[in-house]
C-alpha cells in the first residue's frame, strides 16, 4: 500500500523493560515478555508502520519508575506513545501498537494528494473509482478490510472531520489532500450528476446540468 503521510513530527515510543537498578534494589531476572515486546515493536517498525516517521526509546523500569507512574504505567513492559499509555504487564499487540502510532502521526501529519479508502464488496466504492478514472484522475486506492494500516489511517482522519459518534462507512475519500467524504460528495465534487440505469444494473454518469 502506498503510504498516504509518511513525515512530520515524530511518533515517539517509549519502552520500560523489567530491567535496572534503584537504591539497594536490582532486576537480576530478565523479561521474557518485555523482549517479546521490542521484537514485535522492531517488526512492526519494519512493515505496518513502513515510512512513518518514529522516534523509540528503551528505558530500564527500575531506574526509572517514577516516570511512566505519573501516566498509569507501573507494571513492565510498558509502552507509551507521545506520552500516552497503550499497554503494560504483557507483551505489545502489534495491531494496538500500528493504531497508536497512526492515530499520533495522523494528528500531526496531512493526507497528500488523492485517496479513496474503500473495500471491495462497496458498490459505492466502485462508483467512486469509476468517477475518478473518467475524470482521468490518478489516485491510490486503500483497502481497509485487507489493509489494517489503511483502517487505521482513515479512522484517525474521518474521525476528528465528522465527529467520534458518527458512523464511519466506506468510500472516504481525499483529493489534493483536501476531505471530500463519499461517492456522493465526489460526483458533487465532478460536477456530475448520477441517473439509475437498469439495464446495466449500476448508475451511470451524465454531466450535471449548466
Not at 512492526?44 to 498509569?72: C, M
Not at 505489545?92 to 492515530?103: C, D, E, F, P, S
Request: charged content about 20%.
Amino acid at each position: 500500500m502506498s503510504t498516504p503521510a509518511t513525515q512530520g513530527k515524530p511518533v515517539r515510543i517509549l519502552v520500560y523493560r523489567w530491567a535496572g537498578e534503584w537504591g539497594p534494589f536490582k532486576v537480576k531476572i530478565p523479561c521474557g515478555e518485555c523482549a517479546l515486546t521490542r521484537d514485535v515493536i522492531t517488526d512492526t517498525l519494519q512493515h505496518e508502520l513502513a515510512g512513518i516517521n518514529v522516534e523509540l526509546e528503551v528505558h530500564d523500569w527500575l531506574s526509572h519508575w517514577w516516570k511512566p507512574l505519573a501516566r498509569g504505567g507501573w507494571h513492565a513492559p510498558i509502552v507509551m506513545i507521545d506520552g500516552k499509555l497503550v499497554s503494560q504487564g504483557q507483551a505489545l499487540n502489534r495491531g494496538l501498537l500500528t493504531q497508536a502510532v497512526i492515530n499520533a502521526a495522523a494528528a500531526t501529519t496531512s493526507l497528500e494528494g488523492n485517496h479513496v479508502f474503500g473495500k471491495a464488496t462497496c458498490p459505492h466504492c466502485a462508483r467512486a473509482k469509476q468517477y475518478l478514472d473518467e475524470a482521468g484522475i490518478d489516485y491510490t486506492y486503500h483497502d481497509v478490510v485487507r489493509d489494517p494500516r489503511a483502517l487505521y489511517e482513515m479512522l484517525a482522519r474521518v474521525k476528528p472531520l465528522i465527529g467520534p459518534r458518527t458512523q464511519v462507512t466506506v468510500p472516504q475519500i481525499w483529493l489534493d489532500g483536501e476531505y471530500i467524504g463519499g461517492a456522493d460528495q465526489l460526483s458533487e465534487c465532478l460536477h456530475r450528476s448520477v441517473e439509475p440505469n437498469a439495464e446495466r444494473g449500476r448508475s451511470s454518469l451524465s454531466p450535471a446540468a449548466g
